[in-house]
């Protein structure tokens, strides 16, 4: 078993920055991919980024691109996403995701969870 916990969330005004942090725990996730998925009230669970075994190589989805910066550091078990120039409709509660294989935009090979840290954007 592989655990996850969020932190870094918080409120933040429009343009500001955060970045939130995963720790794992457990079993050592350091043989796959990580990600980042995000809920807004009312919408499905979307895809942000991912994030390779080595870290060299990362995803993100088109809403994200270039505002925000997924890395990891296997030797502290900790992913991280940096979020810069933040819009309103980056509100969400965003989680932490693991899989024992590679970099997916599906939720489907993501085993682990985290519980979440709640993101919230003003105008």
């Known amino acids: 078993q592989v655990q996850l916990v969020e932190s870094g969330g918080g409120l933040v005004q429009a343009g500001g920055s955060l970045r939130l942090s995963c720790a794992a725990s457990?079993?050592?996730?350091?043989?796959?991919?990580m990600a980042w998925f995000r809920q807004a009230p009312g919408k499905e669970r979307e895809f942000v980024a991912a994030?390779?075994?080595?870290?060299?190589?990362?995803v993100s989805t088109d809403s994200v691109e270039g505002r925000f910066t997924i890395s990891r550091d296997n030797a502290k078990n900790t992913v991280y996403l940096q979020m810069i120039s933040l819009k309103p409709e980056d509100t969400a509660v965003y989680y932490c995701?693991?899989?024992?294989?590679?970099?997916?935009?599906?939720?489907?090979?993501?085993?682990?969870w985290g519980q979440g840290t709640q993101v919230t954007v003003s105008s």
């Open positions: 995701a693991a899989s024992t294989t590679l970099v997916s935009r599906s939720r489907a090979p993501y085993k682990y």
């Open positions: 457990g079993r050592t996730f350091s043989t796959g991919a």
């Open positions: 994030i390779t075994w080595s870290g060299g190589s990362t």
